[in-house]
């Protein structure tokens, strides 16, 4: 990362006659490191440029969709096949290939060793080799926009018999490069996944005990372990659509006795966990961030994590919600139903539980903190607008309309890209050693926000008035298109995708202020926060910490009665208790000491 | 590079129990989950197919019997592999290990045998669904043998020199799994008629 690199190495190995590393080239230090804060960075970045394809991919057919037939500048002409393929890998990428490995990958490598006081990962030769196949996986996907037939193109749920049939979606090669891609990005998620779990339970500080593991590192090994329970069937159901594709079976196929309908709940039995998996470390995040910004302890840390197993335990017994009009037996609807509406409780606790640790908190409205807010507030709206589409009989009439779009939409946009600034602003000065500018940041932060809604705002009446999704040019329909305000409120979404697309040129700009800044180096704690990432110097260095911490308490001990400071950071000695000076500045004073 | 100290992370048991065994337990839970989503998917299309059965009375339930001998027998070498090496005794519980890759050989060259002979019978692949979850089964099954096979080899060449024995259990857990798969699938391949 930076000179600091290696200078806590001696330290650290000394005893074991390791205690230099040679000069490394630029190659074996960004590509075949087994540090976890390298890995970390491979997967944030990779996943950054696969979001811009995929935001990319979603102007292109959000111009189509108001400016039918119309040329879209950047990109030309759309045609329907490639509508199908530009809404298909919108959906896989910004899932499987953005939200996945940045939320995931990337901040369970980043947080998980340093939260919890070690070293590295517990495997980092599995850690690199799961970047490895997930890199390989992302450069699948990405050919197969350039084979014979373009990409798949059969929607991100890929059912069959389109995804099953060449001759039904015209994308042959496309298809099977699709499903081998997902594959292989599932493989890469379960190694690293295991060594996220291992990696928690084996390796943490001396005196961390169960409740001591901040809340974020929780809900990434919650999400890891669900993504572990509930994929499984999907590689099995991979397997066999490829098999489908070619080499002609016919499980999916009910021509000859195969069932379209068991590819479904291969899919969604994976699928709705999967939604969790998302959300839980972005959920995560935002907790650290309020708990920080509020100077208070987090509200009932233990009623969260119950909250956190109960709605993993459930997560199990909703799927078939998605499948209320392929067919399923109404019995199985009603169970559905229930459980559907039961998993909203666990979630909206975790947004209560929020909302009272910010009661009477002394709140700091620091970009990091506006995102967490905006995280749990953005998310209410997807939440609650579930609810609808777990009723069965309300399901009925809005299934697969914009409705169902905007919905997921506001689940997904608050987990991937709000989550993705959250973590990324707040742990940002710890990655890099450096403050991001707060008022692009403000400005950044307000106008996604603004665009954001914008776009999805419009799609719930589009939805709820009948729109469609998956249609490629409502001149056909003309019922879709007699009133006026629809076409007017298509428009109005696509301005607000281009609002929300442009507001994240601030973003760029603000990297670019930063890393051009000659601003001093904020040292190890700037927010006076307590877990123990903030006992480690910024960036860390490899081993990072200068002293393997020995933790005391829990990680929300925020304005303790007993204590001056309005922080009690989990590794500082009890007998330090009335020590004024702040402990972070003392591993500052070690770390330059080194140094020098 | 030169060769890497293992980092602290890999050292520590805060959970009581070596790393390596934790992972290969979680590495089975995934494992599990796979199969049962593969074996459910069949068991209810096979309920809802009776006509199967007529497909399934063409499957060779002797070489399927020799084969679940055969596997169970190579875990028995397995266990007595891992008790060698809790003794110490690293070159003995490689031989052992070799033994247990032995009868994955075994089974495998049976099964080849076997496949070929239904193959020539015309029971392919794409005959039916029955023969689809069949070969897809048995198939992801042989993988898991071969994989396990390798495994064991670069597990046993280190036994043999000492090294990292801790590992032989590792491996025989892993073993144990793979015949378990099997005791599903030949129940439910091969005599279910």
């Known amino acids: ?75 030309g002409y759309m045609s329907s096949l490639e509508y199908n393929a530009a809404v ?35 495997f980092p030769r599995i850690n690199r080799l799961s970047y490895q196949v997930f890199l390989l996986s992302s450069i699948i996907l990405i050919a197969s926009f350039f084979v014979e037939g373009g990409a798949f193109n059969g929607a991100w749920t890929a059912y069959p018999p389109l995804s099953a049939n060449g001759e039904y979606n015209m994308a042959g090669m496309g298809s099977t490069m699709w499903v081998v891609a997902v594959a292989l990005e599932f493989v890469a998620f379960l190694l690293g996944g295991i060594n996220f779990i291992v990696t928690t339970m084996s390796s943490r500080a001396p005196g961390m005990r169960m409740w001591d593991v901040p809340i974020v590192v929780w809900m990434i090994v919650v999400a890891s372990i669900l993504f572990m329970a509930s994929v499984g069937p999907l590689i099995a159901g991979a397997v066999m659509l490829v098999f489908d594709q070619n080499f002609g079976t016919f499980f999916f196929n009910p021509q000859r006795g195969g069932d379209p309908v068991l590819w479904q709940h291969l899919f969604w039995f994976f699928g709705h966990p999967e939604v969790y998996v998302v959300l839980l470390p972005a959920m995560g995040m935002s907790g650290e961030i309020i708990a920080t910004f509020s100077r208070k302890k987090l509200f009932a840390y233990k009623t969260l994590l119950y909250t956190v197993f109960a709605t993993g335990i459930i997560s199990f017994f909703v799927w078939a919600h998605h499948q209320f009009i392929a067919g399923i037996d109404p019995r199985m609807a009603n169970v559905f139903t229930v459980t559907t509406l039961i998993i909203s409780v666990p979630i909206a606790e975790m947004c209560f539980l929020y909302i009272a640790t910010l009661y009477g908190g002394a709140i700091r409205l620091t970009v990091p903190m506006l995102w967490g807010l905006a995280f749990v507030a953005e998310f209410l709206l997807g939440g609650v607008t579930g609810i609808f589409l777990g009723a069965s009989g309300a399901d009925i009439y809005f299934h697969d309309t914009y409705f169902v779009v905007a919905h997921f939409h506001y689940t997904f946009i608050p987990i991937a890209i709000i989550g993705f600034f959250m973590g990324f602003t707040y742990w940002f000065p710890k990655m890099y050693g450096k403050m991001l500018d707060e008022t692009i940041g403000k400005i950044h932060f307000w ?132 020590s004024k000076k702040a402990d972070g500045e003392k591993a500052d004073e070690k770390a330059d000491d080194k140094k020098h | 590079m030169a060769a890497h100290a293992k980092p602290l992370a890999t050292l520590r048991t805060a959970a009581g129990l070596p790393s390596g065994l934790l992972a290969m337990w979680w590495l089975l839970a995934s494992e599990i989950v796979i199969f049962g989503g593969l074996l459910v998917g069949y068991i209810i299309h096979r309920n809802g197919h009776p006509e199967w059965a007529l497909e399934a009375a063409n499957t060779n339930t002797t070489a399927g019997a020799i084969n679940t001998f055969v596997l169970l027998s190579s875990s028995l070498s397995a266990v007595l592999a891992h008790q060698a090496a809790q003794t110490g005794n690293g070159p003995r519980a490689a031989r052992l290990l070799w033994l247990t890759i032995l009868g994955a050989i075994t ?38 043998v071969i994989a396990g096979s390798i495994a064991m080899g670069f597990v046993a060449w280190d036994a043999a020199k000492g090294k990292e024995l801790q590992r032989v259990e590792y491996a025989g857990i892993y073993w144990h799994f793979v015949d378990l798969v099997w005791i599903f699938l030949f129940p439910l391949l091969y005599i279910a008629k």
């Open chain 1, 1 to 75: 990362m930076s000179s600091t690199a290696t200078a806590h190495h001696d330290h650290d190995h000394g005893h074991d006659g390791h205690g230099h590393h040679e000069e490394q080239n630029f190659f074996l230090k960004y590509f075949w490191s087994t540090d976890h804060k390298i890995i970390a960075q491979q997967y944030m970045w990779t996943g950054i440029a696969m979001a811009l394809i995929g935001g990319f991919l979603a102007y292109a057919f959000r111009m189509q969709l108001a400016f039918p037939g119309k040329f879209i500048p950047g990109y």
């Open chain 2, 107 to 144: 089974f495998l060259v049976v099964k080849s045998f076997e496949w070929t002979h239904e193959i020539q019978h015309g029971f392919v692949l794409t005959k039916s669904g029955f023969w689809s979850f069949y070969y897809c089964a048995a198939g992801l099954h042989a993988l898991h």
């Open chain 1, 447 to 578: 106008i996604t926000i603004l665009g954001f809604n914008m776009i999805f705002i419009p799609l719930f009446f589009t939805g709820m008035w009948g729109d469609h999704r998956r249609i490629y040019n409502y001149g056909h329909f003309p019922e879709l298109v007699k009133n006026e305000i629809m076409q007017d409120l298509r428009i109005m979404a696509t301005v607000g995708l281009l609002i929300m697309l442009s507001a994240q040129v601030l973003f760029v700009i603000n990297l670019i202020k930063t890393a051009m800044s000659k601003q001093e180096n904020p040292g190890p704690n700037p927010y006076k926060a307590n877990t123990l990432e903030w006992a480690a110097p910024s960036p860390p260095g490899h081993g990072n910490f200068a002293e393997m911490p020995t933790v005391y308490r829990g990680p929300y001990e925020y304005s303790h009665p007993d204590r001056e400071d309005d922080y009690w950071p989990q590794h500082l000695p009890p007998d330090d208790a009335s």
């Open chain 1, 88 to 122: 298909t890998n919108h959906g896989t990428i910004m899932i499987f290939w953005f939200a996945m490995p940045v939320l995931i990958a990337a901040f369970g490598n980043l947080l998980i060793p340093l939260m919890i006081g070690c070293d590295d990962m517990v």
